[in-house]
């Protein structure tokens, strides 16, 4: 499958190609020059060697001596039609190539709408068993998990059902506190986020408790509260502040609210869903990276969060169902057992897109009678999501 990525390349070989015939019509008009032979405009008398400027036979007067007024040699003409016909070919290519780079697009935007269409159907078909099967007494579907009010989970997962009992707020809840770059942090809420549109109490708060620069390296840490990602090694990123508000917001957590992160990488968006509710947990595929969000984790104090190596694509389905989940990494589709784990009632919040191309960032809320309502946010641009995302992406390319 044609990517966008393709189109500097593209520009690159016509700049290129077009150089080159520009070159070779120099060349032409050069050649054409060194092959024209001395002849009279008027009678086609031949010049060579003569040293008048007048012509011998018909007494034509020249401008100089030796410079004819006669038509350019085969030799000229031949240079000049073969830059012609590259510049031609090269054109034409290069329109050719553009729209098939177009259309290929186009086809993969509609296909993974097409498989965002199917995870809705599966997920509200699914969620329909759910309740039918409450009704009847007969074993959960398709889920694996029966309907449960807001603030309530149940341990039915993988089949294994038992009491329901309500969320709880854990009793080692530590939200570490410090002043170190508190005016920086201050800052950053006010010009930063308050400023574009972030509203929710409880996430600027917990965009000003949580230190930006225990979770950057030590050679970024004097950009810790710039409005910009930030590179935290293995080709991953923190993400800009603004963004890590806007998507925390979008979740509607409270202090009871189970959430899931997909894609632990430095730890900060953990720490700040931590500041809102203790019951967070975070999948970094990237194992360097969640050993040392890991070890941040521990240094600071956030002991609520529960952290693990894994591939964040099947979700962490021993402590579904979730009341909000939050993607920090982009796959070409919203998995589809993130949407199981889903509460309802709950939302996730994820960039969606290929890689190479700008995503959308869009928050999907799981009804009470599982149907899925989608809202885009703003558009991002994310890593891509790797492990089993790459793989379907992959496949579904080839086909």
């Known amino acids: 499958m044609w990517s ?15 150089v080159a015939g520009v070159v070779l019509l ?24 003569s040293e008048s400027n007048r012509c011998p036979e018909c007494g034509t007067l020249f401008i100089e ?20 016909l590259v510049l031609s070919i090269l054109l034409v290519g290069g329109i050719g190539l553009s729209v098939s780079l177009t259309a290929a697009r186009r086809a993969q935007v509609q ?31 398709a889920l694996g998990k029966r309907p449960v009010r807001q603030q309530q989970s149940t341990s039915s997962i993988n089949g294994q059902t038992g009491a329901s009992r309500p969320v709880s707020i854990k009793a080692a809840w530590n939200r570490p506190r410090t002043e170190e770059a508190e005016d920086k942090r201050r800052e950053m809420v006010s010009s930063q986020i308050e400023a574009r549109g972030v509203r929710d109490p409880g996430v600027l708060d917990a965009m000003r408790n949580v230190p930006r620069h225990w979770f950057v390296s030590s050679r970024s840490r004097n950009r810790a509260y710039n409005d910009r990602p930030l590179p935290i090694g293995e080709g991953q990123t923190i993400s800009q502040p603004y963004i890590v508000a806007l998507m925390t917001e979008s979740l509607r957590l409270t202090a009871e609210s189970k959430v899931l992160e997909i894609g632990t990488g430095s730890g900060y968006q953990a720490a700040v869903l931590s500041d809102i ?66 509460r309802a009632g709950g939302r996730i919040c994820i960039p969606v897109g290929g890689e190479g191309v700008v995503q959308e960032l869009v928050v999907v809320t799981k009804g009470e009678d599982g149907r899925l309502k989608q809202e885009s946010l703003v558009p991002v641009q994310f890593v891509p999501m790797t492990g089993e995302a790459r793989t379907r992406e992959a496949g579904d390319s080839s086909d």
Do not use: M
């Open 111 to 141: 296909a993974a709408q097409a498989r965002l269409r199917a995870v809705y159907a599966q997920a509200a078909a699914a969620q329909a068993q759910q309740q039918k099967s409450s009704h009847t007494g007969s074993a959960p579907a």
């Open 65 to 84: 001596a030796g410079v004819t007024l006669g038509n350019p040699s085969p030799k000229r003409t031949r240079w000049v039609w073969v830059s012609v």
């Open 277 to 342: 509710t203790p019951h967070v947990f975070t999948i970094e595929i990237v194992e360097p990276l969640a050993r040392r969000a890991i070890a941040t984790f521990k240094k600071h104090g956030y002991d609520s969060i529960e952290a693990r190596v894994g591939d964040g694509y099947a979700g962490w389905v021993e402590h579904a169902p979730y009341d909000g989940i939050i993607v920090t990494c982009a796959p070409d589709h919203i998995p589809p057992k993130l949407i199981e784990q889903l």
């Open 26 to 49: 120099i060349k032409g008009q050069r050649r054409g020059r060194e092959g024209t032979d001395p002849t009279c405009g008027q009678c086609g008398y031949n010049l060579t060697g």
């Open 4 to 18: 966008v990525s393709l189109f500097p390349i593209l520009g690159v070989a016509l700049l290129v190609g077009v």
